[in-house]
């Protein structure tokens, strides 16, 4: 199944039934009073999030969901039936947002399983006749017609739901990383952009601790303006507590550490400086490949900059027991995932 962490969907809650206009009409009852029943409410859509799905692709193939109509009204007071309504699964991390004539606004932030926001209420069903009689007016000719259910288009993103994330230039050595210190079995190749999707794997420390790492696609310069995969998949480190930015020390394709570090640095700075400004541990990996002069120098800028360095070799798993502890000691101080609070709903909108 592909990978997808955007779509835009409409969604359109049922019509609220129509109200019946109906008399009473049986033997030696020669003037019953009005008996229309109300139509039911049409059914709403709702979306919930299911720790089961890990992509928005279905949404790429369908754009529409309905939820289903109310039924009119019927004689001898017999109310319509309510429009069920339609739930829609989404992948634990989705941000919801509606589109509106300012623009897009945050409906709700699905990071909790099983969680559940309205997406579009269903309309109202139609009063029968029954319900206008009076004294001066005992045979209203007249029932309400159903009221339209809400339709609007909304954006589904999803941010995925990780502790720690690992970034850094492609074929550098995360998805190597990922599979040893977890059990994901993400793809590895020695080639660039290997990795075409974000890889989850749970990291087991000890008994009762645990953390969730994120690898994302490599990124490359020009990542926070679009180029290369970086700038679709960023957003998926938005919600990490603690970044990995892990670093060829070895330099065996040409290109500088130092070089590769600042640049890297630079991209998260011009997508987020929240962003940019998280936590981070420096892994400096393919030890087994450079020179001792080489991880000497490149620890000496590291930690002259104010990062902690760990020297590491993920193919030889080398070092990586001693990063997990490190990195689980770190989790320990920071605050929980970050969660997005969604923007308060205008009074018209309350009104629709």
């Given at each position: 199944?592909?990978?997808?962490?955007?779509?835009?969907?409409?969604?359109?809650?049922?019509k609220?039934?129509?109200?019946?206009?109906?008399?009473?009409?049986?033997?030696?009852?020669?003037?019953?009073?009005?008996?229309?029943?109300?139509?039911?409410?049409?059914?709403?859509?709702?979306?919930?999030?299911?720790?089961?799905?890990?992509?928005?692709?279905?949404?790429?193939?369908?754009?529409?969901?309905?939820?289903?109509?109310?039924?009119?009204?019927?004689?001898?007071?017999?109310?319509?039936?309510?429009?069920?309504?339609?739930?829609?699964?989404?992948?634990?991390?989705?941000?919801v947002?509606?589109?509106?004539?300012?623009?897009?606004?945050?409906?709700?932030?699905?990071?909790?399983?099983?969680?559940?926001?309205?997406?579009?209420?269903?309309?109202?069903?139609?009063?029968?006749?029954?319900?206008?009689?009076?004294?001066?007016?005992?045979?209203?000719n007249?029932?309400?017609?159903?009221l339209?259910?809400?339709?609007?288009?909304?954006?589904?993103?999803?941010?995925?739901?990780?502790?720690?994330?690992?970034?850094?230039?492609?074929?550098?050595?995360?998805?190597?990383?990922?599979?040893?210190?977890?059990?994901?079995?993400?793809?590895?190749?020695?080639?660039?952009?290997?990795?075409?999707?974000?890889?989850?794997?749970?990291?087991?420390?000890?008994?009762?601790?645990?953390?969730?790492?994120?690898?994302?696609?490599?990124?490359?310069?020009?990542?926070?303006?679009?180029?290369?995969?970086?700038?679709?998949?960023?957003?998926?480190v938005?919600?990490?507590?603690?970044?990995?930015?892990?670093?060829?020390?070895?330099?065996?394709?040409?290109?500088?550490?130092?070089?590769?570090?600042?640049?890297?640095?630079?991209?998260?700075?011009?997508?987020?400086p929240?962003?940019?400004?998280r936590?981070?541990?420096?892994?400096?990996?393919?030890?087994?490949m450079?020179?001792?002069?080489?991880?000497?120098?490149f620890?000496?800028?590291?930690?002259?900059?104010?990062?902690?360095?760990?020297?590491?070799?993920?193919?030889?798993?080398?070092?990586?027991?001693?990063?997990?502890?490190?990195?689980?000691?770190?989790?320990?101080?920071?605050?929980?995932?970050?969660?997005?609070?969604?923007?308060?709903?205008?009074?018209?909108?309350?009104?629709?």
């Open positions: 199944m592909r990978f997808v962490d955007e779509a835009k969907i409409q969604v359109r809650a049922g609220g039934g129509h109200g019946c206009l109906s008399f009473r009409r049986e033997k030696f009852v020669p003037r019953g009073g009005p008996d229309g029943g109300n139509g039911g409410d049409g059914g709403s859509v709702y979306l919930r999030a299911d720790s089961r799905l890990l992509s928005l692709y279905d949404f790429r193939l369908k754009r529409l969901y309905e939820a289903r109509n109310g039924q009119p009204g019927q004689g001898s007071q017999c109310d319509g039936k309510k429009g069920e309504d339609l739930v829609l699964g989404l992948p634990v991390g989705t941000l947002f509606a589109e509106g004539p300012e623009g897009e606004r945050l409906l709700a932030d699905l990071s909790e399983p099983d969680s559940l926001v309205l997406a579009a209420r269903g309309g109202r069903g139609g009063w029968g006749n029954q319900h206008f009689a009076t004294p001066t007016r005992q045979v209203p007249f029932a309400k017609a159903g339209p259910g809400q339709e609007r288009e909304v954006v589904l993103e999803l941010k995925l739901l990780a502790d720690v994330g690992l970034v850094g230039f492609p074929n550098v050595g995360k998805s190597t990383l990922l599979s040893v210190v977890s059990k994901a079995r993400p793809k590895i190749a020695d080639y660039h952009f290997t990795t075409l999707f974000p890889n989850l794997g749970v990291v087991y420390v000890d008994e009762g601790v645990s953390f969730v790492m994120a690898d994302i696609p490599g990124i490359i310069e020009g990542a926070a303006e679009g180029a290369g995969l970086g700038h679709d998949f960023l957003r998926h938005d919600r990490c507590r603690l970044l990995i930015h892990i670093v060829d020390v070895s330099g065996r394709e040409g290109r500088d550490p130092v070089e590769d570090f600042e640049t890297i640095n630079e991209e998260l700075r011009q997508y987020s929240e962003l940019a400004s936590p981070m541990l420096v892994a400096g990996n393919k030890c087994d450079a020179t001792e002069e080489q991880i000497a120098a620890r000496e800028y590291v930690e002259g900059e104010g990062y902690r360095f760990f020297p590491i070799s993920a193919a030889t798993r080398q070092g990586t027991e001693e990063l997990v502890q490190a990195i689980a000691a770190e989790l320990a101080k920071l605050p929980p995932i970050v969660r997005y609070e969604p923007e308060p709903i205008t009074e018209e909108e309350r009104l629709k």
